[in-house]
């Protein structure tokens, strides 16, 4: 763009020099030059958003500006809206302190980096690091905490209490087994074999709910993207374990989870 907009340049730093000032990027360069469109439509968009939304619909509304609007300065709208993000996180970090004074600080921004990273690499696979924003400090307490914390209790105590006595004899065998299996870390595997249409889904879905109401982790995995969507927060196999979409059978093929990846603890053991 700037070596349609430059005359004469004579070397890579004169096209970033704007004015007789050398800007640290190009894009720095173009947007000096008035050569971008500016984040005004998307920081009013985030103003108007912050006086009516929750700060968790708010991170989600932040997540699909910086994945499908490709706003030019992201750090930019994280820094004047970091505070409106995080709200929720202060508010619950002071009444577990019991400290209804507590600024916001560096960890409450953390954990609202965390979320927000979270959902772009559920939804895209992407990373703080792709938008240039401060990178977020995980430790694995706080990949528990991500896993375990997720979730209401209040409404899945709600779904179980609802849809327990609807199981049929054969569902509720099935749902007392397996519940009891997990509760009590008796590492087995179970499947589920009836015809279509007699509640497996639904079974499932109970099962997902009440091992998560009980504050262990549950990673729901289908083999194909419809089957995903049929169970909470479902996800598929090739994108939970990383497998590779296309398999050479004449060549080694492996996941590409990372070995220092935080939560890969969770995949390696039963919850």
């Known amino acids: 763009m700037l070596l349609h907009h430059v005359r004469g340049p004579t070397s890579f730093q004169y096209l ?11 894009q720095a360069a173009c947007r000096a030059r008035g050569l971008l469109e500016n984040d005004d439509h998307w920081e009013n968009t985030l103003r108007e958003a912050s006086l009516s939304q929750c700060p968790l619909q708010l991170r989600e509304l932040f997540v699909v500006i910086l994945l499908f609007c490709q706003p030019s300065e992201p750090l930019k709208l994280w820094n004047i809206f ?26 409450i921004y953390n954990e609202g980096l965390i979320q927000i990273e979270n959902k772009l690499l559920q939804l895209n696979d992407k990373s703080l690091s792709d938008f240039g924003l401060p990178s977020s400090v995980r430790t694995e307490s706080n990949a528990a905490e991500t896993m375990t914390h ?29 519940v009891d299996s997990v509760i ?8 589920l074999d009836a015809p279509g249409g007699t509640g497996k889904t639904f079974l499932t879905n109970l099962i997902l709910a ?15 993207g419809i089957a995903a969507t049929l169970l909470k927060d479902g996800k598929t196999a090739h994108s939970t374990f990383k497998l590779p979409l296309s398999v050479n059978l004449e060549q080694q093929s492996t996941c590409s989870i990372r070995k220092m990846d935080l939560l890969v603890n969770y995949y390696k053991t039963p919850h």
């Open 16 to 26: 970033k020099t704007v004015d007789g000032v050398l800007k640290e990027t190009y």
């Open 82 to 107: 970091k505070d409106d993000l995080c709200e929720d996180i202060r508010h619950r970090i002071r009444q577990q302190n019991q400290d209804i004074t507590l600024p916001y600080n560096e960890d």
């Open 150 to 178: 997720r979730y209401d209790t209040n409404n899945l105590t709600a779904f179980v209490n609802e849809n327990l006595p609807k199981l049929v004899p054969d569902q509720r065998h099935a749902f007392e087994t397996i």
């Open 184 to 191: 009590h870390d008796k590492r087995k595997v179970f499947f």
């Open 210 to 224: 009440k091992i998560r109401q009980s504050g262990k982790i549950a990673i729901a995995v289908a083999s194909s």
